[in-house]
């Protein structure tokens, strides 16, 4: 479980810092409130799944300590997912397919925490909580990809740089790359 969780905390913290910056360079658009948006919306979802993973650092867990690790995990996914949706889509050119790359990363985390719910769900006895742990694990560290993945993505749909600016412009994404560096 470790080794897992120290993998999603760095995936995490990679996809961030390499997703956005900032030099402060331009002022406010809608394009660069959004992005903003973005990185806030990471920023606290980052913070509570890398605080959930620490809690589960000792290794000898207990069903309950699983159990409620899982629900802070969907807690906080079910916030970050509501955060991304009221974004809308930004003011470019490839604002539409931006969202649908938020939206798509939504589902996809919804999904996993699904999956790290019925895994301990179907948990039963210590063979069961070291399954279930070793499932949470994976789709944690899916989790991580994906959030790489749809940064990767935003960079690709957008080849006039308007997403690009607004990520490098915007405040929130600032206190991502000194986090996450």
Do not use: H, Y
């Not at 807690?75 to 930004?90: N, Q």
């Not at 790489?148 to 600032?174: I, M, N, V, W, Y």
């Amino acid at each position: 479980m470790t080794a897992g969780r120290w993998l999603v905390i760095g995936l995490l913290a990679g996809s961030l810092a390499t997703g956005c910056g900032g030099d402060d360079a331009g002022g406010s658009s809608s394009a660069t409130e959004w992005a903003d948006g973005v990185c806030s919306a990471i920023t606290t979802w980052s913070e509570s799944i890398t605080s959930t993973a620490d809690s589960l650092r000792g290794g000898n867990l207990t069903e309950e300590e699983l159990r409620s690790a899982v629900d802070d995990v969907e807690s906080a996914t079910s916030e970050f997912v509501d955060d991304l949706r009221g974004l809308g889509e930004p003011d470019t050119e490839a604002g539409d397919k931006a969202k649908e790359s938020l939206d798509q990363l939504s589902r996809n985390v919804e999904e996993n925490v699904s999956k790290m719910k019925s895994a301990v769900d179907d948990a039963s006895g210590v063979s069961g909580i070291v399954e279930a742990a070793t499932a949470v694990s994976a789709s944690l560290s899916t989790m991580g990809e994906q959030l790489s993945s749809t940064f990767a993505e935003l960079k690709q749909l957008d080849p006039g740089g308007e997403l690009e600016r607004a990520f490098s412009e915007a405040d929130s994404c600032d206190e991502l790359e000194s986090g996450g560096s």
